[in-house]
């Protein structure tokens, strides 16, 4: 008996051919964490430097309240990542009043729980201008 060449071979060069690209698809991509964008590292701001909006609204955080807007106090999701990584809940964001502004602006504080949980007197507050678009550490 005699074998038929041709479409036998060609199939097993095919499938030879598309295991290959597959093992090259997986050696290109980026190792684990790759894609994980880690914080940016902080530019800092001291407490004096601020707007005197932003040294009432760190005040009001400091007191428990009463905030003047009902979002404040809301669980800020960094999903940007410019923030240090935390579990979900970690931080709060609270409005930084913009004088002549018609809504809440751009301006905020968010504040970490820090090692007691509780974000009045964790320390740990950050200040953005831009609305989430770049962070500054508060230093007191």
């Known amino acids: 008996?005699?074998?038929?060449?041709?479409?036998g071979d060609t199939a097993m060069?095919?499938?030879?051919l598309s295991v290959l690209?597959?093992?090259l698809c997986v050696l290109a991509l980026p190792g684990p964490g790759a894609w994980a964008r880690e914080a940016p590292p902080l530019r800092e701001v001291r407490l004096a430097e601020l707007p005197p909006e932003a040294r009432e609204t760190l005040a009001l955080i400091r007191k428990g309240g009463p905030f003047p807007y009902h979002k404040d106090g809301a669980t800020f999701g960094n999903f940007e990542k410019h923030l240090p990584a935390k579990a979900r809940g970690y931080y709060r964001?609270?409005?930084v009043r913009t004088p002549g502004a018609k809504d809440r602006g751009a301006r905020r504080i968010v504040a970490g729980a820090g090692a007691?949980?509780?974000?009045r007197n964790s320390g740990e507050y950050y200040y953005t201008e831009d609305h989430y678009r770049s962070f500054k550490r508060i230093r007191e």
């Open 13 to 16: 060069k095919g499938a030879a």
């Open 93 to 95: 964001e609270y409005t």
């Open 21 to 23: 690209l597959g093992v």
């Open 1 to 7: 008996m005699r074998r038929r060449r041709g479409g």
């Open 116 to 119: 007691a949980g509780d974000v």
